[in-house]
């Protein structure tokens, strides 16, 4: 079994920064995509920002230019670094990523527990 565990999350006044951490709980075999998605109350759940195993980005339009994910293989961790924040950025953030936990293993998706961002206007 394999968990994500979120930190980073709290509370910041707009303009302000976080920087949240997404580590598993066990050594994986192979990590391809890791992920970051937010959820806002009433809301669903939307991509946020990748990165592949190569090194490959993506944003959503609402972040580019804000946010900036990373990936350390050595931890097996991926972090996501918010600057500028909005409070349209208020919301619940989850990791997600496409691993495989032994070899011989299919890819499967694991997904965090989730971490609180609240931007204060």
């Known amino acids: 079994q394999v968990q994500l565990v979120e930190s980073g999350g709290g509370l910041v006044q707009a303009g302000g920064s976080l920087r949240l951490s997404c580590a598993a709980s066990r050594v994986l075999f192979s990590i391809n995509v890791m992920a970051w998605y937010r959820q806002a109350p009433g809301k669903q759940r939307e991509s946020v920002a990748q990165i592949t195993s190569g090194g490959t980005e993506r944003y959503a339009d609402s972040v580019k230019g804000r946010f900036t994910i990373s990936r350390d293989n050595a931890k097996s961790t991926v972090y996501l670094q918010m600057d500028s924040l909005k409070p349209d950025d208020t919301a619940v953030y989850y990791c997600?990523?496409?691993?495989?936990?032994?070899?011989?293993?299919?890819?499967?998706?694991?997904w965090g527990q989730g971490t609180q961002v609240t931007v204060s206007s």
């Open positions: 997600k990523w496409a691993a495989v936990v032994v070899p011989g293993n299919y890819e499967a998706e694991y």
